[in-house]
């Protein structure tokens, strides 16, 4: 008598249950845990510099999640990413300086303003698709730049406003390692709920207003609700990511919030993978570590030369800035679905080796 055992292979899911889990398998899951201990005890062992490194990361990463919901989930582009994050920033410190309401509860709070902004700025976009969309959000952004420098009383105009420490339970959380807490705590809350969200039934009428508006429409899905919905979501996240921004620099200034910010969080969703929660972690990291990685390899080149070479400090800034830009280009012609997609690749690989096809 031959008996033979059945070995599972591959994703094997019986049920939509199981193909909306956050994590396809238990190792997964306690990798997941692994990390956020890690990085529970990051301040322990790292210096200032590299919490400095993260704490970027954990509060672009909030607001590119935003973005990412809007552009890579809903199919709406925005070009005024930059200035919702700014609100945030400047409706944080208003409500500390003006109403004393103390800084964790400013930080929500202006989100919510924020959203509410999101949604009045999305009421006419909602109806526009394409690059009439382009231009409306273009505009916002200016539209807002302007706000901030001309409205002393919310903004301090062109002085700028202070942004003050966060104050839990009479200690003051102060420096990188205090900060660092508080980003990784918004961070964890954040993704979680980006991520449950897109499993939910609003979350699968974004994806069917991205996928094709007109079936969508015709299953009754309201396009103008959940177009306008995704804008509000989308600066809810840039408004808390704002937030958080304006008070660990302790001070916010109207000219950080341009147009090149907005471009760079569309850079980050796209190297990272538009439609992708972690491509979007994947992508901020990418981003914010660029810059670090070419200042670092200036300064290795800089070495080798050896003489003068205060042509290359000076060109320093353009370097940066053109290797994101370059950076973005490749990625739209060699990767366009993003980090996360290769990331995919290398764990089926191994998942399936050495069945790898």
Known sequence: MITSSLIPCGQYKTSYAKDTT???TPVMRAWAVVGVLALIAAPMVLNNYYLSLLIQIGFMGIAALGLNILVGY???ISLGHAGFFGFGAFASAWLNNSFGIPVVLAMPLAAVMTTFLGLLFGIPAGRLKGLYLAIATFAS????????????????GSSGAAAGPVNLFGYELTGDKGFFYVVLFWVVVMFLIGTNLLRSRDGRAFVAVRDHY??????GINLT???ILSFGLSSF???LGGALYGHYLGFVSAEGFTILMSIEFLGMIIIGGLGSVAGTLMGTTFMVLLPEVMEGGVGIAKTLIGGDVAWLAEGLAYIKQASIGLAIILFLIFEPDGLVHRWRLIRSYWKFYPFSY
Do not use: N, P
Request: negative net charge; glycine residues 8%; hydrophobic residues 45%.
């Open 22 to 24: 956050i994590f396809d």
């Open 74 to 76: 809903t199919g709406q």
């Open 141 to 156: 952004q200016f539209i807002l730049e302007d706000f901030f420098a001309r409205a002393d009383w919310f903004s301090g």
């Open 214 to 219: 007109l079936s969508a429409e015709v299953m």
């Open 225 to 227: 609700k959940y177009r």
């Open 237 to 239: 996240y840039a408004g």
